[in-house]
């Protein structure tokens, strides 16, 4: 039988890790071992009360519902309330996701792009941006533009259907100040634009003088969610990686949308996920300290970097820190591969990024020791 390469696969852009293998095996070579720096998974245990929550439903056989239960609802509203300032949010205005990466990837398709009046719409991403807001567009069938501010932008993009935040921003940490995002808001609302703002980083923010703000806050949102979503995930806070757990929250009649489209497919995130997801949202301390453990990771390995020759540029915000050797950052990948140190490369995540490598801090603290060790021996 002759398989064939089906025209949607054919439309992806190239799985961006397969590019850096050979560094990846150079770097497992060496006599000391791998120190991972290039994926942002978690690598803490999932907090006890998230465990129980987990647990203590793992009995129940009936299916979930795609709209969440009650229990989660309510934990969603109070916590972007009480997390992130976000006030008078309506409970018919949620809806949990089965991890937001998946939710990312359809969300242009769900929203009817590449059909009908909206055959020819694009899709706006960051210039440096998550691949799966191009995913997203590719599955869709519609084009991807990288704009850093539309309102600002001196090309026609009127004919965008959907614009991706994403603040603090992967990879590079970057913080969107309040009014840049109110006047992005504006601009979309002024074209018809739907603003998907990915939100999952928002709880990691390093710099108290300039705190990552929701899309949903009233300072940017003028008090209106009109065509606005927010998308949070639970992998970075509360180390949910594996459970799929994130939500949408925003414009009840967009969520509705979603809603329904969602439950015809049988996008329901599972039953006892659910639970867990109540027992991370209502839990503010297992948050706090994730928090620490990433701000002192941070601390250890933005000192190595700076020790090693590296200077570091935004990272004020998120799980990563961006810098450069002012070399392609190709070569600095293969430098650290020589180290036993993998970094995921600043091309994967758009041409701007040519000359900057991504650090995850997502690694133990004994990795990250290791890396100041070896980045220190190699200045």
């Known amino acids: 039988m002759t398989h064939h390469r089906s025209r949607l696969s054919a439309a992806l852009p190239d799985f961006p890790w397969d590019s850096i293998a050979e560094d990846r095996e150079r770097a497992k070579s060496h006599p000391d071992g791998l120190v991972d720096l290039s994926v942002g998974s978690p690598v803490d245990p999932v907090a006890p009360s998230i465990q129980l929550a987990l647990s203590e439903a793992a009995a129940e056989p009936g ?10 609802i309510d934990a969603i509203v109070e916590s972007l309330s009480r997390r ?12 949990p ?4 990466k998946e939710a990312i990837a359809w969300l242009p398709t769900l929203l009817g792009l590449g059909r009908g009046e909206l055959a020819e719409a694009t ?15 590719r599955l869709a069938g519609v084009d991807v533009v990288r704009s850093e501010n539309p309102a ?5 993009l009127s004919g965008a259907g959907l614009i991706y935040l994403n ?10 100040e ?7 808001v504006s601009w979309a609302r002024e074209n018809d634009v739907v603003v998907a703002s990915d939100e999952c980083y928002l709880g990691l923010n390093w710099d108290q003088s300039r705190p990552a703000r929701s899309i949903l806050d009233p300072a940017v949102s003028g008090g209106s969610v009109e065509g606005l979503i927010a998308i949070h995930s639970l992998s970075k806070t509360s180390n949910l990686a594996g459970y799929r757990a994130g939500f949408f929250a925003g414009d009840e009649e967009l969520i ?3 809603r329904l489209l969602r439950k015809h497919a049988g996008l329901i995130v599972p039953g006892p996920i659910q639970a867990a997801m109540v027992a991370a949202l209502n839990d503010d301390d297992q948050e706090h300290l994730q928090k620490l453990r990433y701000a002192n990771r941070r601390a250890d390995l933005a000192r190595a970097l700076g020790e090693a020759g590296l200077a570091i540029a935004d990272s004020t915000g998120g799980l990563y820190l961006w810098a450069t050797r002012g070399e392609s950052g190709r070569d600095t990948v293969s430098w650290l591969a020589d180290l036993g140190i993998i970094a995921a490369p600043g091309d994967f995540y758009g041409p701007d990024g040519e000359r900057f490598v991504r650090f995850s801090l997502t690694a133990t603290d004994e990795a990250i020791s290791e890396a100041y060790r070896r980045l220190s021996a190699a200045k």
């Open 256 to 258: 509705a949308e979603l």
């Open 63 to 72: 299916y979930p519902t795609t709209a969440g239960t009650p229990e989660l």
């Open 178 to 184: 309040p009014e840049v995002l109110k006047e992005i």
């Open 84 to 95: 992130y300032g976000v006030e008078g949010l309506s409970t018919s205005a949620v809806l």
């Open 152 to 156: 600002r932008d001196e090309r026609d």
């Open 167 to 176: 603040s603090p921003s992967n990879p590079t940490g970057k913080v969107l």
């Open 123 to 137: 899709v706006i991403i960051p210039p440096l941006a998550y691949p799966t807001y191009e995913v997203g567009a």
């Open 97 to 100: 996701v089965v991890g937001t």
